[in-house]
C-alpha cells in the first residue's frame, strides 16, 4: 500500500512562491511516474505537470516557465517549485503517483494552495 501526503500549500500574494512537497511511503517510488494535479472549485481536476521513473518532465501550458517539478528517489520525495503565481493557480493541488507495469494510480489528499491578487 503506498500513501501519499502532500504539503507546502497556502496563501501567497501574486507574483510569489510557493514550494509543493509530496511524501511516498511503501517502497515502490522508484517504479513510478509522478504527477501534480490541481483542481479548482466548479472546475475539473487538471494536469499540472508530471515526472517519469527516469526523470523525464511535462508541464501544462499554463505553468511552463513558471513551475518546476522534480523529484528525488532516495527519499521518496516529489517536489513543484512554483513561482511568478497567479490568481488563477488557486486550487487543490494533488500528488498522483503511477506504478509502471501495473498501472496502479495512487492519489494524496491535497494542498491548498491560494493567491492573493
Known amino acids: 500500500q503506498v500513501q501519499l501526503v502532500e504539503s507546502g500549500g497556502g496563501l501567497v500574494q501574486a507574483g510569489g512562491s510557493l514550494r509543493l512537497s509530496c511524501a511516498a511511503s511503501?517502497?515502490?517510488?522508484?517504479?513510478?511516474?509522478m504527477g501534480w494535479y490541481r483542481q479548482a472549485p466548479g472546475k475539473q481536476r487538471e494536469l499540472v505537470a508530471t515526472?517519469?521513473?527516469?526523470?523525464?518532465?511535462n508541464y501544462a501550458d499554463f505553468v511552463k516557465g513558471r513551475f518546476t517539478i522534480s523529484r528525488d528517489n532516495a527519499k521518496n520525495t516529489m517536489s513543484l517549485q512554483m513561482n511568478s503565481l497567479k490568481p488563477e493557480d488557486t486550487a487543490v493541488y494533488f500528488c498522483?503517483?503511477?506504478?509502471?507495469?501495473?498501472?496502479?494510480?495512487?492519489w494524496g489528499q491535497g494542498t491548498q494552495v491560494t493567491v492573493s491578487s
Open positions: 498522483r503517483l503511477t506504478v509502471l507495469f501495473v498501472n496502479r494510480d495512487y
Open positions: 511503501g517502497t515502490v517510488f522508484r517504479i513510478s511516474n
Open positions: 515526472i517519469n521513473n527516469g526523470g523525464t518532465t
